[in-house]
């Protein structure tokens, strides 16, 4: 656990392959939407500074963490994957802690389910989905005090798009 309160999303470009070429979607979850729009945008912005055309990247939205999986899965076989367009993937979602066990069912299957695609498949899918206790605890992780793990995403993304592109 994260004690001290300091950005966590600070990137050094020169270390990152410029992402001129890749091509990136992104599903993004519309539950918790405070807090997964601004996952989006630090994704956005990051992969936008790091060289990415804004027409590379593609955003479509699913009802909630637990659609992501099938948002990926979707997109990684869409005419963008087939068309060569896609290099990477990020999923964007935010589940907060309840008082039943939906919180432990829906975490479960998201990271089992985005885990299978990257074991099966050929784009690497990024995991940004917040699995946090309390909304400040979300919100601190989405633009606020820890960052944003939506740039730490698209960081990822570059990296594995340019792993992808040298081992093909």
Known sequence: MATVNHNLSAYDKATIPNAKDFRFGIVVSEWNDTITEGLWQGAFDALLDCGAIKQNIVRWNVP??????YGAARMSKSIYADSGMLDAIIVIGCVIQGETKHFDFVCEGVTQGIKDLNVKGDIPVIFCVLTDNTQQQSIDRSG??????????AIAAIKMAALRKETL
Do not use: D, S, V
């Open 144 to 153: 606020g005090i820890h960052g944003n793990k939506g740039t730490e995403a």
């Open 64 to 69: 909630g963490a637990f659609e992501l999986t």
